[in-house]
């Protein structure tokens, strides 16, 4: 069964710095990737995906996420935090157009400091 | 821009009672999931549906969880007789391609 691990539960930045939540999976096939973001009282919002193709993909609001097979990684990476980045994250992974339901991981919740 | 909107966004009942949840997916998505969070936990996906049938469901959905697609446009989820750990937020999403787009959720209490 695909499972996916976000190691950290909690992380602090402060605005104007660079961020990287982790990401890893567990799936037999190549695998569908998703990064959503959710902001408090708001449903999840689609960050970037990856199907196949080129390993570094961008997203919204400035986010961009590298695929490593090798590493069983999607690490999700900003540049340049701004304070409404502020929210949750979530990593997900689906096994394709049968069924396409999600597994989550546990989510990272990203605190900016001013 | 087109979304999933969910109603109730609150909804209080108390242990026993039925629910129902409603949602309208994105017009012409032609997939619908609904997933659940309990408060501090992971998003978990309860069920799938397609084609007027169900496609696929997790071990949380027993019989007293249901779907349905009773028009064009709505899609709910009952629960028939609620358990205190039915307490989550619940969301549901709609698909087309490979995207899921998901609706503000909608918080269930159960007292």
């Known amino acids: 069964a695909q499972s996916v691990t976000q190691p950290d539960i909690h992380i602090t930045v402060s605005e104007g710095a660079s961020l990287e939540l982790r990401c890893n999976y567990s799936y037999g096939a190549t695998p569908y990737l998703f990064w959503y973001v959710q902001s408090p009282g708001q449903g999840l919002q689609l960050l970037l995906k990856?199907?196949?193709?080129?390993?570094l993909v961008q997203g919204i609001k400035g986010f961009e996420a590298e695929f490593k097979r090798s590493q069983s990684s999607f690490n999700l990476r900003k540049p340049s935090v701004h304070w409404s980045d502020a929210a949750e994250y979530f990593c997900?992974?689906?096994?394709?157009?049968?069924?396409?339901?999600?597994?989550f991981g546990g989510g990272t919740r990203v605190l900016v400091k001013p | 821009e087109p979304e999933v909107t969910q109603t109730p966004s609150h909804q209080v009942t108390q242990m026993g009672q039925e629910v129902i949840l409603r949602c309208v997916p994105i017009s012409n998505h032609l997939y619908f999931y609904w997933y659940r969070q309990i408060l501090g936990q992971k998003v978990e996906f309860l069920v799938s549906f397609y084609n007027n049938e169900i496609s696929e469901k997790s071990e949380i959905f027993d019989d007293q969880f249901s779907v349905e697609r009773p028009d064009g446009s709505n899609f709910t989820l009952k629960i028939r007789s609620t358990k205190l750990e039915d307490s989550a937020m619940y969301f549901c999403?709609?698909?087309?391609?490979?995207?899921?787009?998901f609706g503000p959720g909608t918080r269930l209490t159960v007292t």
């Open positions: 990856y199907f196949s193709g080129d390993t």
């Open positions: 999403a709609s698909r087309t391609g490979y995207e899921q787009y």
């Open positions: 997900a992974v689906s096994k394709g157009a049968a069924g396409n339901k999600l597994t």
